[in-house]
């Protein structure tokens, strides 16, 4: 194999670069040239690629976003989009395609491969950090570091003006940013989507802490939550609760956004090396992770079709805590 590509898709993530910077030159290691591909699977359409070179991806690894640019393509869905993207691949001799995203990512290499037999290696590019096959995904501990970021400030007025606060965090379908971060911020309840919220007992929960005097609280609130986002929970719960004053946060894409972590950065620069060889090697259509700290190969159809599952014993814990 002489010749590869590398595309960020779907949602950024803080240490998409620091992922690029690795494959580009872990790739000129070994002598194959890189192309990275603009504007994921859209650019792949629309003949966006340009070659890669070792000073092109220097200075990136601090940087968050993706100096590739991403975006969520409709025309990909149909076969002549992949047609397109397929031909544009091919006038330039790509023999490998690694992909950094989450299971949408995957599922497009998925049908790509089966219909023009392109060999694609996928990379966990996620803040949510809801898939099987790796711990963490690229991403995850930046988004949880600016959740906790932006709570701990949050707190601060909460106690000063005695307030209920609702914080919105990102998880439409997991809950592991809400989780992870209402417990390292000591929030008062923690709401997720896998599990049903029992609104009557939070509001008896919090009546029970106004009357001991507790004079602030901080609510976690996935955005994919059962019960509603963070302002419809808080209209039922000021209904029934008229002596709190509450407010409404929603934090929003801040979460995506920021400076890597140093564990992103390791991460990313660990699986984007994996990656690079393990396609040279002859592997396709695997996410490569890591478990345990043992690099794993998971294949598409099971990184698309399982979302990993959230730890009870963590919720268990965060109820405790929040006594």
Do not use: W
């Amino acid at each position: 194999m002489k010749t590869i590509a590398v595309f960020t898709s779907g949602g950024d993530s803080p240490g998409m670069n620091a992922c690029i910077r690795a494959i580009v030159r872990t790739a000129l290691h070994h002598g194959v040239k890189v192309y990275g591909i603009m504007h994921g699977y859209q650019g792949m359409i629309e003949d966006q690629f340009r070659v890669l070179g070792s000073d092109d991806v220097g200075n990136i690894i601090q940087r968050g976003g993706t100096i590739l640019k991403s975006s969520r393509s409709k025309e990909f869905l149909t076969t002549e989009g992949r047609q397109k993207a397929f031909e544009n691949i091919q006038k330039r001799g790509i023999e490998g395609i690694i992909a950094i995203g989450g299971d949408g990512t995957f599922a497009g290499a998925k049908v790509f491969t089966e219909e023009h037999n392109i060999p694609f290696i996928g990379l966990p590019g996620t803040i949510d950090n809801d898939l099987i096959g790796t711990d963490y995904t690229i991403g995850y501990d930046t988004a949880l570091n600016n959740v906790i970021e932006a709570v701990d400030k949050i707190k601060d007025t909460a106690a000063s003006h005695d307030r209920l606060f609702f914080v919105e965090v990102m998880g439409k379908d997991a809950g592991f940013i809400a989780l992870r971060s209402g417990i390292g911020v000591g929030a008062f309840a923690i709401l997720i989507p896998e599990v049903h919220t029992d609104l009557e007992g939070l509001i008896q929960n919090l009546d029970a802490a106004y009357k001991r005097k507790k004079s602030s609280s901080i609510i976690i609130v996935a955005e994919g939550d059962d019960a509603g986002g963070a302002y419809k929970i808080a209209e039922k719960v000021v209904a029934k609760l008229p002596q709190y004053d509450t407010r409404v946060t929603i934090l929003g894409h801040q979460q995506r956004g920021g400076s890597p972590s140093a564990l992103d950065r390791m991460l990313a620069s660990q699986l984007g090396y994996e990656a690079v060889n393990s396609i040279l090697a002859g592997k396709h259509s695997v996410m490569v992770g890591i478990v345990n700290k043992q690099v794993v190969y998971t294949p598409f159809e099971q990184a698309i079709k399982h979302h990993d599952k959230v730890n009870t014993d963590f919720l268990k814990l965060a109820e405790i805590l929040a006594a």
